[in-house]
C-alpha cells in the first residue's frame, strides 16, 4: 500500500517505493525529482528561487535551488541512494505573466530551470525528463516503485514521464 506524501512549497522530501511524492502548483518554481533505480529511494523538491546567494533571509534551504538540490542529494543518500545512480526528472518553471520589459529578474521560471540543470550537471545526475517553460501551472507525482513522473496541467492534459 503506497502512501501519497504531499511536498508544500519551498519544501523537500524524500520516500521509498512504494511511496508517491505530490507537489501542487508549480508555476515559476520547479519540482525537482530524483531517483535511484536500485534503491527505490526517490526524492522530491518545489523550489522557488534560483540562487540563496543574494537573498538576505535565506533560512529556508528548500526554496533555493543551489541550497535545496543539495540537501534533497544528502537526505536520499541518508535513505540508501547512491548518488552515482541518480538519475532527474524536473518540471515548472513557467513564465505565468508576461512582462513588456526585457527585464531578466521577471524571468524567475526559465532562470530556475537553467539553475536547476547546471546543477545537476555539476553533480553528474543526468536529466531523463525536462517539462519546463511555458505558461501554464503543473501539479507533479512521482513515483517511488518506478520513477514514473505525471504532470498534471490545466488545459494540457495528463503527460507521463
Do not use: W
Not at 535551488?65 to 548518488?83: C, F, S, V, W
Not at 516503485?145 to 503527460?159: F, N, V
Amino acid at each position: 500500500m503506497s502512501t501519497m506524501i504531499k511536498v508544500g512549497m519551498a519544501d523537500l522530501k524524500v520516500t521509498n517505493a512504494p511511496n508517491v511524492l505530490s507537489t501542487l502548483g508549480l508555476g515559476s518554481c520547479i519540482g525537482i525529482c530524483l531517483y535511484d533505480p536500485v534503491t527505490k529511494v526517490s526524492g522530491l523538491a518545489h523550489i522557488m528561487l534560483p540562487s540563496s546567494k543574494a537573498i538576505k533571509n535565506n533560512s529556508n534551504i528548500a526554496k533555493f535551488a543551489d541550497t535545496g538540490i543539495e540537501d534533497l542529494l544528502a537526505k536520499m543518500e541518508d535513505l540508501g541512494a547512491n548518488r552515482r545512480r541518480l538519475i532527474g526528472k524536473i518540471a515548472g518553471g513557467a513564465q505565468m505573466f508576461s512582462f513588456s520589459s526585457g527585464n531578466d529578474t521577471m524571468r524567475i521560471g526559465e532562470r530556475n530551470a537553467e539553475a536547476v540543470r547546471e546543477i545537476l550537471r555539476t553533480n553528474r545526475i543526468p536529466i531523463q525528463a525536462d517539462e519546463t517553460g511555458g505558461n501554464y501551472g503543473r501539479t507533479i507525482e512521482f513515483y517511488a516503485e518506478t520513477g514514473k513522473l505525471l504532470i498534471k496541467t490545466i488545459g494540457h492534459g495528463t503527460k507521463e514521464v
